[in-house]
């Protein structure tokens, strides 16, 4: 067995590469089996819920609302957009054009009690809500229990509550 000399200069010279690999691991933008979503933002949202609806609300500043999409399939609801920015600015006798896209990516599993025909998007001032109602439930219903029939006509059986009062 060969004994080798620590050097502590080895593991710095290779901090860059673990860097690099600790945030593609990390990184929310990872392309999957759904689609490629690399290049995209993983966007914030807010999601409330009650016992009519789930409220989802995500905050896209500069964003139009054609430039939002928003999609249920299967149980997920996705946020996409994209959004491109241009402007010059005249240096000297030059024109210079810079362009900046961003693009915002974001899935949100729901339970599959919702009504997804009745989902509903608006955007007001750079912030998109989307209201997403519940199926209704199944309301408990009381069946009568019926006895042996008396006369030809079946006889319901009724349950007198006695009720106290404290004093």
């Given at each position: ?5 620590w050097n502590p200069?080895?593991e710095l010279?290779?901090l860059p590469s673990?860097m ?5 691991a990390l ?5 999957g ?8 933002v ?7 819920q009650?016992d009519?609806?789930?409220?989802i609300e ?12 928003v ?6 609801l996705?946020i996409?957009?994209?959004?491109k920015v241009?402007s010059?600015k005249?240096?000297?006798e030059?024109?210079r054009?810079?362009r900046?896209m961003?693009?915002v ?8 009690e919702v009504?997804?025909?009745e989902?509903s998007a608006s955007?007001d ?6 209201n ?11 069946i009568?229990?019926t006895?042996?029939a ?9 349950h007198?509550?006695?009720t106290?009062?404290a004093?």
């Amino acid at each position: 067995m060969t004994l080798v000399r620590w050097n502590p200069w080895g593991e710095l010279f290779n901090l860059p590469s673990q860097m690099d690999d600790l945030f593609e691991a990390l990184s929310p933008a990872q392309g999957g089996d759904k689609g490629d979503v690399r290049g995209y933002v993983q966007l914030p949202v807010d999601i409330s819920q009650t016992d009519e609806a789930f409220s989802i609300e995500a905050s896209v500043p500069g964003y139009k609302p054609d430039e939002v999409e928003v999609t249920f399939d299967d149980g997920v609801l996705t946020i996409k957009g994209q959004h491109k920015v241009e402007s010059e600015k005249k240096e000297g006798e030059w024109v210079r054009r810079e362009r900046r896209m961003s693009s915002v990516y974001r899935q949100v599993g729901l339970p599959a009690e919702v009504r997804a025909d009745e989902i509903s998007a608006s955007f007001d001032n750079g912030v998109l809500t989307i209201n997403v109602p519940r199926a209704q439930r199944a309301q408990p219903k009381r069946i009568p229990v019926t006895a042996g029939a008396t006369n030809g006509q079946p006889r319901v059986i009724e349950h007198q509550t006695e009720t106290t009062s404290a004093s």
